[in-house]
C-alpha cells in the first residue's frame, strides 16, 4: 500500500465481483474510499445502480456525493458478454448488451462527470476484443460495444481536457474470472485454446487488470489522456 490515492473518492460500476472486486479492493488499498455500484447489493458498502438506467445512475452519482462531499475516480466497469454466431444474435440481446456495456458507461460518465473535478480521472474497461476479432466465441455485440468504449474514452479524453480531467481505457485479455471458469468447467478445450494463443501461456489475473486501472486513476498518470492500455500478456502482440 503507498497511499497514492488517499483523500479520494472512487466510484466503481459492476464493482461487486471479478474483475470490479479486484478494482474496488486495489484502489481502497492505495487509500481510497470506495463506493461499488452494482446490482448486486447485499453488501452494505454497496449503491443500487443499474447502468441502463439513467436516473438509477445520476442516483448513485448523488447518493455519492451526499455521502462523501465529492467523488474524484469513476471506473466504468459494469458489463456482460455472450456467445451467440451473428445470424441467430435477437435484437433483445444486441441492445442489452450494447446497453449495459457502452451506454451504460456514457451515461455514468456524463452523470458522474458533472461532479468530477480537476485532477479526477476515469478509467473504461474496454478488451481486446474492441482490437481484434476472437476466436472461437462469437460475440459481436460485445466486440462493438468495448470497440464503442475507446471511441468513447479518446472523445472525453480531449473534450475534458481543459478540464483537468483524464479519461484513459484498459483493454484486458483473457483474464481468470467466474465467467471464464465456468466456460472451463462446460468446455475445458475452449479454454485451452484460449490459454494456448496467449504468448505467456496463461490468464491473467483479476489483480494485474486492477494495478493497471489504479495507475491510471493516479496522479501518476497526469499526463496520460484518451489512451488504452492493452493488458494482454502479449496476445495482441502476436496476432
Do not use: C
Not at 447518493?63 to 458478454?81: F, K, Y
Not at 451504460?104 to 481486446?128: C, M, P, Y
Not at 485479455?173 to 505467456?200: C, F, H, K, M
Amino acid at each position: 500500500m503507498t497511499d497514492t490515492l488517499t483523500g479520494k473518492v472512487a466510484f466503481v460500476t459492476g464493482g461487486a465481483q471479478g474483475i470490479g472486486a479486484a478494482i474496488s479492493a486495489r484502489l481502497a488499498e492505495e487509500g481510497a474510499t470506495v463506493v461499488v455500484g452494482d446490482l448486486n447489493t447485499g453488501d452494505p458498502g454497496t449503491v443500487a445502480l443499474d447502468v441502463t438506467d439513467p436516473a438509477s445512475v445520476a442516483a448513485a452519482a448523488k447518493t455519492t456525493v451526499e455521502r462523501h462531499g465529492r467523488v474524484d475516480i469513476l471506473v466504468n466497469n459494469a458489463g456482460i458478454s455472450n456467445d451467440t454466431p451473428t445470424l441467430d444474435h435477437s435484437d433483445e440481446e444486441w441492445h442489452r448488451i450494447i446497453g449495459v456495456n457502452l451506454t451504460g458507461a456514457f451515461f455514468a460518465s456524463r452523470e458522474f462527470g458533472r461532479h468530477l473535478e480537476s485532477g479526477g480521472a476515469i478509467v473504461n474497461i474496454s478488451s481486446i476484443a474492441a482490437l481484434l476479432a476472437g476466436r472461437p466465441e462469437r460475440h459481436v455485440a460485445y466486440d462493438v460495444s468495448k470497440a464503442g468504449i475507446i471511441a468513447l474514452t479518446r472523445t472525453l479524453g480531449v473534450e475534458w481536457a481543459p478540464r483537468g480531467i483524464r479519461v484513459n481505457a484498459v483493454a484486458p485479455g483473457y483474464t481468470d474470472t467466474p465467467i471464464l471458469r465456468n466456460v472451463g468447467s462446460s468446455a475445458p478445450e475452449v479454454l485451452d485454446e484460449w490459454r494456448s494463443q496467449v504468448p505467456q501461456s496463461r490468464l491473467i489475473d483479476p489483480d494485474e487488470i486492477a494495478s493497471v486501472v489504479t495507475y491510471l486513476a493516479s496522479p501518476g498518470a497526469s499526463a496520460i489522456t484518451g489512451q488504452v492500455v492493452v493488458a494482454d500478456a502479449g496476445y495482441t502482440a502476436s496476432a
